[in-house]
């Protein structure tokens, strides 16, 4: 059985800091390419960080430089170092995983995806 579990979600003033945790279990999770996507009340999910199985990482504009996505293989885990947030960063974030060569920012193409986990920043 497939699980992916988000944790480490909060509330945090502007301008601090979180740290996202996925834990990984029933598939190959090495082998996988692995995302984190956010969704804003009212707006449509968005790409935020990549990371594919040989450790290449990829960033939305919107999070370059502020966002780390990482991943330890020995523990089947993908975290998000969210630093420097602001308001525009509150969303339910949600960690997925993807077998094969695909565009990593397009959502559709992911395998696998987990229930989400709330990031509120206040002002």
Excluded: H
């Amino acid at each position: 059985q497939v699980q992916l579990v988000e944790s480490g979600g909060g509330l945090v003033q502007a301008g601090g800091s979180l740290r996202l945790s996925c834990v990984a279990s029933g598939f190959s999770f090495s082998s996988y390419a692995m995302a984190w996507f956010r969704q804003a009340p009212g707006k449509e999910r968005e790409f935020v960080a990549a990371i594919r199985s040989g450790g290449t990482t990829y960033y939305a504009d919107s999070v370059k430089g502020r966002f780390t996505i990482s991943r330890d293989n020995a523990k089947n885990t993908v975290y998000l170092q969210m630093n420097s947030l602001n308001s525009e960063d509150t969303a339910v974030y949600y960690c997925a995983a993807a077998r094969g060569p695909i565009v990593l920012s397009d959502g559709g193409r992911y395998d696998y995806w987990g229930q989400g986990t709330q990031v509120t920043v206040s002002p």
